[in-house]
């Protein structure tokens, strides 16, 4: 397989916003792959099928390929292998957005391990564990740990070129523990640093520009702007349709957006938002026990 044109034939299903055609043109690679023993092209596939299949909330199939592609990493003798932890990294963030906190914390934890065995400190693919795993931290509670994480990422990748992307990924997750913990002039400081890289460096099209964008509405939020934090919110609902569909985040979004409604006194927007996010709970529920 040509590894070079899978790549450039997925990323294109994403640009034109195709996401009908991804999941059909993985399994195909993947089967492909497979057929002619091309292990390296396999590892490669599945590892991008786990992040496909998380970001549309089907965790069932993210954690199958997971456990498949990680079980021929290990007969290929490769368990310490850089690409085993980034196998790690990536399923463990499968189990965060699927709410299994423990087991996530548990690959994040190897992965660490790994890395820490084999890379530079410095080295840019330690920024996107510790912001994967502060995103876990904080869900669990452990806001320090999070934040403590989340200044070693920036200190990364603030000297690295070419990386204003990650610096405003870095920060917007930066916000939201800095908002947990009750520093609001931290947290809107470093949204605003970071909705401006997006909207200059990514043209507000980055995919973790509607992280950045909910980030805004929770600060309008607790400033009691009602008007702009829903204005927010829906704005972050369209990005992460565009990119990912209705999935998991999109119906947490539609809930937020409902709780901001009543407080704007329109009972009705707000109903209509919470029956959306019921949709699609249910939807995903669904999908989840037919698969497994």
């Known amino acids: ?89 990536n399923t463990a963030t499968a189990y965060r957005a699927a709410g299994n906190a423990e087991q996530a914390y548990q690959y994040y934890r190897q992965a660490l391990q790994i890395y820490a065995g084999l890379l530079p400190e410095g080295d840019y693919r330690f920024a996107g564990l510790y912001n994967n795993m502060s995103i876990l931290l904080e869900q669990m509670g452990r806001n320090e740990e999070a934040a403590e994480l989340l200044q070693k990422a920036l200190g990364i990748v603030e000297k690295l070129e070419e990386s204003r992307m990650e610096q405003a990924t870095t920060l917007t997750n930066l916000a939201m523990v800095c908002f947990k913990m009750d520093k609001a002039d931290e947290a809107a400081a470093a949204l605003k640093k970071a909705l401006e890289i997006f909207e200059k460096e990514g043209g507000g099209t980055d995919a973790h520009y509607s992280a950045a964008l909910a980030g805004v509405g929770e600060a309008y939020y607790r400033m009691r702007d009602y008007a702009a934090s829903l204005a927010s919110y829906e704005k972050a609902l369209l990005e992460v349709k565009k990119h990912f569909g209705e999935n998991q985040s999109y119906a947490v979004l539609c809930e937020n957006c409902a709780a901001v409604c009543d407080c704007l006194k329109d009972g009705e927007k707000a109903q209509k938002y919470r029956e959306q996010a019921q949709d699609i709970y249910k939807r995903i529920g669904e999908e989840s026990r037919k698969n497994g």
């Open 1 to 89: 397989m040509n590894i070079e044109k899978f790549f450039e034939q997925l990323d294109e299903y994403f640009q034109k916003n195709e996401l009908d055609q991804v999941e059909p043109y993985l399994v195909r690679s993947l089967e492909d792959a497979k057929e002619t023993e091309d292990y390296a092209a396999y590892i490669a596939v599945g590892n991008e099928m786990i992040g496909f299949y998380r970001s549309v909330s089907k965790f069932r199939q993210a954690f199958d390929i997971a456990e498949d592609v990680l079980l021929l990493m290990e007969e290929l003798q490769l368990g310490g292998s850089e690409h085993f932890a980034t196998t790690l990294l």
